[in-house]
Nanobody
Framework: QVQVVESGGGLVQTGDSLRLSCATS????????MGWFRQAPGKERDFVAA????????FYADSVKGRFTISRSNAANTVQLQMNSLQPEDTAVYFC???????????????????WGQGTQVTVSS
């Protein structure tokens, strides 16, 4: 059983930064492509950022380009999302997901992922 656990959410003010982390465990020797999605109240779950298994490719939603950075540490089986210049519209529950198979082009859609975390709340006050 693969587990995906997010951490690092919280309450910040407009313009602040926050760093989310995600750790995978449960299947030794497997490296996953990883992604972040977010869901605001009453809205659908939207793609935020993704990184392929080697870290050589990254993908971002237009709304976060230039502000968010995704990175990974394969040795530690973790992925991070550095979020800068946070805005109230970034407020959402942020979910981390892991993909065992599939092309990198599938990483921008939720269906491309096999395992999901429970989510961590990010609230940006104005």
């Amino acid at each position: 059983q693969v587990q995906v656990v997010e951490s690092g959410g919280g309450l910040v003010q407009t313009g602040d930064s926050l760093r989310l982390s995600c750790a995978t465990s449960g299947r030794a020797g497997t490296t996953y492509a990883m992604g972040w999605f977010r869901q605001a109240p009453g809205k659908e779950r939207d793609f935020v950022a993704a990184i392929n298994w080697s870290g050589s490719e990254t993908f971002y939603a237009d709304s976060v380009k230039g502000r968010f950075t995704i990175s990974r540490s394969n040795a530690a089986n973790t992925v991070q999302l550095q979020m800068n210049s946070l805005q109230p519209e970034d407020t959402a529950v942020y979910f981390c997901a892991a993909a065992a198979f599939g092309p990198s082009t599938a990483l921008m859609k939720a269906v491309g992922y096999d395992y999901w975390g429970q989510g961590t709340q990010v609230t940006v006050s104005s």
